[in-house]
């Protein structure tokens, strides 16, 4: 199962939440969670403390890219459920 977030461009309020969320828990091992996000953006995440509990919970964080230039493996073979907060990747 895979969670993609970003896509291309995860905000820094989006980080923010999102390390909330993920602060002193960490993902099922049956699930990816990739990050996609500016640089300059990851980097504010960064500095702001949001970067390190997203990683600790398990995510890959990616930035300077979208998933339409990935090339396979991105998305986990056997993946049968796919949740965006992007409607041009859910597109």
Not at 8 to 13: A, E, G, T, V, W
Not at 28 to 37: A, C, E, K, P, R
Not at 53 to 78: H, K, N, Q, R, Y
Request: with cysteine; proline share 5%.
């Amino acid at each position: 199962q895979l969670v993609a977030l970003g896509n291309p461009h995860m905000s820094i309020d989006e980080f923010s939440l999102l390390a909330a969320l993920c602060r002193g828990r960490r993902k099922h091992d049956l699930v990816s969670l990739i990050v996609t996000s500016g640089r300059e953006v990851r980097d504010l995440a960064d500095e702001a403390g949001f970067v390190r509990p997203i990683e600790t919970f398990g995510a890959i964080l990616l930035a300077d890219t979208c998933w339409c230039m990935l090339a396979p493996p991105v998305v986990p073979s056997g993946t049968r459920t796919l949740l965006t907060n992007s409607a041009k990747y859910a597109h």
